[in-house]
């Protein structure tokens, strides 16, 4: 009876080691690099069925803290800033054949105006399967070709017309699938209405009869029409097995719901001078030489000889969506060097307490974007990839520096078309003005 017993417990506890062997089996830890724009991204990977979790892929303090979930069970994707303690939420696009996917638990901002309607905006997909397999970390990938249409009518709000072709080698994580393909999400800027008020139907079609799967390796050239096009390139260098906890892909119970992608991806000038005094310690040069930590945030007495610049927090004359404060914080690093350092002030009466010799007030006037980092941002949509750095910008900035008595020194204007984020982007044009500012005090 007592050997029975003991039998009894050592099956147990192997049917019970068996079991959290077989769940841990589930779990994996993948490590990819991307490549676009001449730009390395690496990125890490969590599943646990039946939902992934992908950090990583940020450009200089940009998308650093932003984590995406894809929730596959609720047919949703959640985006994490895990330092702001914020969260979006955007339910999966659904073929048009198919039900609407269920509401997430948490709700999701709404429009406070009715939407005029406008015209109709079709996704057509389509998926082949080479029939072509081999071996990758252990799994037989498929070799699968994917294509992605979106045609916008001439009556549409939004006037879209571009073409994705990806090829790539798929495999099937254990009891991890998603209902339908991330890359058929209908970004968000097209599935709510424009500012005027106008709102597109989104028609989303599929065919073809391959399966996709998990990606482990991808190329991808998106056609926007004009000649503009670019291409970027995944590669799996790493995939483990893991035990990943649950809460890993979940929205924490603190987080705050966000307005917009914006807010998620904000920049985050700590990251920033981080990235900055990484790249001056390693030599590297590019857009990073902008930004030398050194200089942030100078205030407290000024120094003998040293003529000190009170700035302004930039006015924004134009509709698109930028952080003025960081603007002033790039322009005040600009600025100081040498002989000159700059403060950041509210008024005139900031200037004079903080010994300012001069008073430095600016205002963006225009700011566009080109078309071509426009589709480069819905590229980063269905990709799951920080685009921000494809887009191409037109700046202009009217400036005013005055004495801190309020006689004009100089009033200028200058302007630029730069690639990369809007914030980088508009940290060249705000170097210029730094140059031409520093050239009339001396």
């Known amino acids: 009876m007592k050997s029975r017993h003991i039998t009894f417990l050592v099956l147990m506890c192997l049917l019970t080691t068996a079991g ?13 690099v991307s490549t676009m724009m001449g730009q390395k991204m690496e990125s890490t990977v969590y599943v646990k069925a039946p939902r992934k979790r992908t950090e990583g892929g940020g450009i200089m303090g940009i998308g650093a803290n932003v984590a995406t979930i894809e929730q596959c069970d609720l047919k949703q994707t959640v985006k994490l800033n895990d330092k702001r303690k914020i969260y979006t939420v955007e339910p999966f696009a659904m073929p ?15 429009p406070q105006e009715k939407a005029e309607k406008g015209g109709t905006m079709t996704m057509t997909s389509k998926i082949i399967d080479t ?9 037989n990938a498929r070799h699968i070709k994917t294509s992605m249409k979106m045609e916008s009518s001439p009556d ?22 998603c209902p339908v393909n991330a890359s058929a999400d209908i970004p968000p800027q097209y599935d709510k209405p424009t500012r005027s008020g106008c709102r597109d139907k989104v028609v989303v079609r599929s065919s073809g009869g391959g399966k996709l799967g998990f990606p482990l390796m991808e190329t991808q050239t998106m056609n926007g029409g004009q000649g503009q096009s670019f291409t970027r ?24 719901l966000a307005d917009n992608d914006q807010a998620i991806y904000k920049p985050d000038l700590g990251e920033m001078r981080k990235a900055a005094e990484e790249a001056k310690k390693n030599g590297s040069g590019g857009e990073t030489s902008m930004l030398d930590p050194s200089t942030f945030g100078q205030s407290g007495a000024k120094r003998p000889g040293v003529k000190r610049i009170g700035v302004l927090v930039p006015t924004n004359g134009t509709s698109e969506n930028v952080s003025t404060g960081e603007l002033r914080a790039i322009l005040t690093q600009q600025l100081g060097s040498g002989n000159v350092e700059a403060v950041a002030i509210n008024n005139a009466a900031d200037a004079r307490g903080a010994g300012c010799d001069y008073v430095l007030s600016s205002s963006v006037t225009r700011l566009k974007q080109s ?23 037109d700046i202009q900035i009217d400036f005013n520096l005055t004495t801190v008595d309020g006689q004009s020194v100089l009033s200028k204007s200058v302007n630029d078309k730069v690639k990369g984020s809007v914030e980088m982007a508009s940290s060249s044009v705000l170097s210029k003005e730094a140059a031409a500012v520093r050239s009339a005090i001396r």
């Open 156 to 177: 549409a709000c939004s006037q879209v017309n571009m073409e994705v072709d990806t090829d790539g080698w798929y495999i099937d994580l254990p009891q991890f699938s």
């Open 131 to 139: 029939g072509e397999r081999k071996q990758m970390f252990g799994f």
């Open 233 to 256: 390139s995944m590669e799996t260098v790493e995939l483990s097995r893991a035990t990943l906890d649950d809460a890993l892909f979940e929205i924490p119970a603190n987080y705050k």
């Open 20 to 32: 959290v062997a077989q769940v841990s089996a589930q779990n994996y830890k993948i490590k990819q």
């Open 96 to 110: 048009s054949d198919e039900a609407s996917p269920a509401p997430s638990s948490r709700p999701r901002p709404q």
């Open 371 to 393: 078309t071509a980092g426009k589709i480069g941002g819905f590229l980063g949509k269905v990709t799951n990839t920080d685009t921000s750095q494809s887009s191409t910008w």
